[in-house]
């Protein structure tokens, strides 16, 4: 709350000693436990909480990130606070219709383009959850109705294919608290980027 220069904080010099920590960890959470304390260590007292979010563009196939986010109050160990994981731009082609199934089955066989933001509220302290594993799990909803099973099934909605991605990914570990999946579809409007949905759960609710 100070306007003094000499309690500003020098982003050039942060950016400079965070560039130079180790180059291999056991995992991102250790990543994000050495930043903070680096960065909580160059500011002094003039910063109460650090917030960091580690990305790895390549850790998940199908997507283009994937980001680990922890938020640190001073003198509390990052490592036992919950982090907020996020996959995004997940691209899963999907049969959606949400028109009545019409004369064939055949004719609801094209899949379309779905894009997805996945966000994952951890339990705090440290776990050990397979990310990629999750991920590979959830782009089997492609073939979540197969094609001799259409017929026999009701439409399936955006909605309802966002809930399958929050309904599979709360409940593939203990550690999950609660899921938010945002899921888009490109091609659904002529004269609009997309339509999309948003749907939040948690673990206890789909137990």
Request: charged share 20%.
């Amino acid at each position: 709350q100070s306007f003094n220069a000499k309690d500003s904080i020098h982003h050039g010099h942060l950016t400079q000693a965070i560039s130079t920590l180790s180059v291999s960890y056991t995992d991102v959470r250790a990543l994000v436990h050495e930043d903070t304390q680096k960065r909580f260590a160059l500011v002094g007292e003039n910063v109460d909480v650090v917030r960091v979010v580690i990305g790895l563009p390549r850790q998940i196939s199908l997507a283009n990130n994937f980001e680990v986010e922890v938020i640190t109050p001073r003198g509390q160990n990052s490592l036992q606070k919950a982090a907020r994981v996020s996959v995004k731009d997940l691209v899963i082609p999907v049969l959606i219709d949400v028109n009545p199934p019409r004369t064939t089955c055949t004719e609801r066989l094209a899949k379309q383009k779905v894009i997805t933001n996945i966000m994952f509220y951890e339990k705090s302290g440290m776990h050990q959850v397979d990310y990629p594993a999750i991920i590979n799990q959830i782009s089997e909803a492609r073939t979540f109705f197969l094609p001799q099973e259409i017929e026999n099934t009701a439409y399936l909605t955006l909605e309802k294919f966002a809930l399958h991605i929050v309904r599979s990914s709360c409940l593939a570990s203990d550690a999950i608290e609660a899921v938010t999946a945002q899921s888009q579809r490109p091609s659904a409007l002529s004269f609009a980027h997309s339509s999309g949905v948003e749907t939040t759960r948690s673990r206890d609710a789909l137990r």
